[in-house]
């Protein structure tokens, strides 16, 4: 069975720094990409930013310049650095990923920004 583990989500300040991580286990299927999506209440879900296995990566427009995505393909994990969060920010941030076989999604993490 396919699980998703992702931590590092919590309260910070706006202007501060985070990071989020995700382990993916349980698949015999090769990884293709790994991302992060992300929905604000009463919004409908959005990219933040994915990475293939060769480390190609795309950004929402949004996201560039404070977001940071990369990951550990021996250990099937992946991260989101995020600086310079503002309150807009705040939001449920889902990991997913994409086999050969079929996608799947982690359960969330919370981030929320705010003094």
């Known amino acids: 069975q396919v699980q998703l583990v992702e931590s590092g989500g919590e309260l910070v300040q706006p202007g501060g720094s985070l990071r989020l991580s995700c382990a993916a286990s349980?698949?015999?299927?090769?990884?293709?990409?790994m991302g992060w999506y992300r929905q604000a209440p009463g919004k409908q879900r959005e990219l933040v930013a994915t990475i293939t296995t060769g480390g190609r990566t795309n950004y929402a427009d949004s996201m560039k310049g404070r977001f940071t995505i990369s990951r550990d393909n021996a250990k099937n994990t992946v991260y989101l650095q995020m600086n310079d969060l503002k309150a807009e920010d705040t939001a449920v941030y889902y990991c997913t990923i994409l086999t050969t076989l079929r996608s799947y999604w982690g359960q969330g993490t919370q981030v929320t920004v705010s003094s």
């Open positions: 349980g698949t015999n299927f090769n990884i293709l990409i």
